[in-house]
């Protein structure tokens, strides 16, 4: 009878030594734990990490995005430059083709097209330094996030 008696209390010892998942407090205190904690401790900073590289990536492509638009934009803007000087140029030509080009300086620019074309310039041309600002306030803005999701790593 000793036998199965001894086969019971094995299964008995094993059940008790089967390891429990341990809560946090019981690791932050430092207490020896067994392999699945210690398993379950790592998948969950493993977690944590991919969250946080892939919060870093999500902000990377919005950014890039959003610096790829303010490129476009700024492309757009110095056409529209381009275009108003090819503009007050033709104006230029025609005036000297018809010997119609004011001795003056002062005079060209009373000319209603020219004076138009170099109003929408300044315009154009502040256009581009906003959107400039606001390339460099976005790089800048992602640096800050990158660096606020990196310091978030355990």
């Known amino acids: 009878m000793q036998?199965?008696?001894r086969a019971d209390?094995?299964?008995i010892a094993?059940?008790?030594t089967l390891p429990d998942v341990p809560c946090k407090e019981t690791l932050a205190k430092g207490v020896a734990m067994a392999?699945?904690?210690k398993t379950v401790l790592n998948i969950e900073k493993g977690s944590k990490k991919i969250a946080v590289i892939a919060t870093t990536f999500s902000e990377w492509v919005k950014t890039e995005l959003a610096i790829i638009r303010l490129g476009i934009r700024i492309d757009d803007a110095q056409n529209a430059i381009d275009s108003l000087h090819r503009q007050i140029g033709r104006k230029i030509i025609d005036l000297r083709k018809k010997d119609a080009l004011p001795k003056t300086t002062d005079?060209?620019?009373r000319d209603e097209e020219i004076v138009a074309a170099i109003t929408e310039l300044a315009d154009r041309e502040q256009e581009i330094k906003e959107l400039r600002n606001e390339l460099q306030t976005v790089r800048s803005d992602f640096k800050t996030v990158v660096k606020q999701t990196e310091d978030t790593l355990p």
Request: charged share 5%.
């Open 3 to 5: 036998g199965p008696a």
């Open 9 to 11: 209390s094995a299964v």
């Open 14 to 16: 094993f059940e008790t």
């Open 35 to 37: 392999i699945w904690g």
């Open 107 to 109: 005079l060209l620019f």
